[in-house]
Structure formats: C-alpha cells, structure tokens
C-alpha cells in the first residue's frame, strides 16, 4: 500500500496533481490548509483521501481532526496550528502519546520532518507550494506499507 502525504496546498494546486501522477497512490492524507479545493483534490486523487480543517481553511465543513487506523497503527490527523508545532513537534507527539496514538500527522509548518520517536511517530510532509526549507523544493512524504505490515516514511521532493 502507497499513501501520499501531502500539507499546506493553498490554492496551488499543480503540484499536487503531478504528484498524483507520478505515484498513483492508494490514499491521500491532506494536512489541511486547501483552501476551498478540498473537493477537486479528492477527485484528481481517484482514491480514498482524509484531509483536515487547515488555520486557512475558512468557511470549511471539514473536520478539525480524525483518528484512523492503518493496519496496525493508529494515526491522528490534524493540521497542528492548535498545537504550537511552529515551536517543534515535543507538545503533539506528547499529546498524541495521551490518546494513544502510534503515528501523528501534521502540517502547517511548511517543512518537511520525519521524528521517530520511542512511543510516536511524528511527519510533517512540509508544503507543495510554499515550502520554507532551506532550499525552498516542494515537499511531500511517501508512506508505505510492506508485506509485514510495517510502515516506511519517505521525504520526497519535486
């Protein structure tokens, strides 16, 4: 199972379907901040997406979190702006230790980051269109699932 991972799209939305394109994903995790495209998104995705209220979100319906499993781990999404991730992933992984969680995703940052911690795993996909990294290249993360059920993170850039 491939799952694309993607964060913080803001109305730029070319990136994100060329990396459709290239990957051919079995799901799409969204972290938010779409913009009001979150419906174009999921058709251009032509797979099951989950995607979440971003702080630039206004006038959206969409849910300010979600719990999910896959496979085995359980996953919380969420946007991160409500939990201080500017300031480094240490308040989310602890909160997501609370609810038990094995993986938390998140954007809002603009800058992509892989933290495998003793209890959670924390990704941040950074952005597809206004990425803050140094060198500044669209981000995403590739998750993927082997035939053990184990989950692999890649950072990928375009």
């Known amino acids: 199972m491939k799952i694309l991972v993607v964060s913080d799209t803001h109305k730029r939305n070319e990136n994100f379907y060329k990396v459709v394109k290239i990957h051919h994903p079995d799901m799409v995790i969204h972290c938010g901040d779409a913009e009001g495209y979150e419906k174009e998104l999921t058709e251009a995705a032509q797979c099951p997406m989950k995607i979440v209220l971003g702080n630039n979100d206004f006038f959206s319906d969409l849910p300010r979190e979600q719990e999910f499993n896959i496979g085995k781990y359980h996953v919380w999404l969420t946007h991160g702006h409500n939990y201080y991730v500017s300031m480094g992933p240490e308040l989310i ?66």
């Open 93 to 158: 992984k602890r909160e997501a230790a609370a609810r038990r969680m094995d993986i938390v995703i998140y954007g809002h940052t603009h800058r992509p980051m892989i933290d495998r911690g003793d209890e959670v795993t924390a990704i941040n996909p950074g952005s597809l269109s206004y990425p803050r990294q140094e060198g500044h290249r669209p981000s995403y993360i590739i998750m993927e699932m082997d035939k053990d059920g184990e989950l692999h993170f890649t950072i990928a850039y375009l």
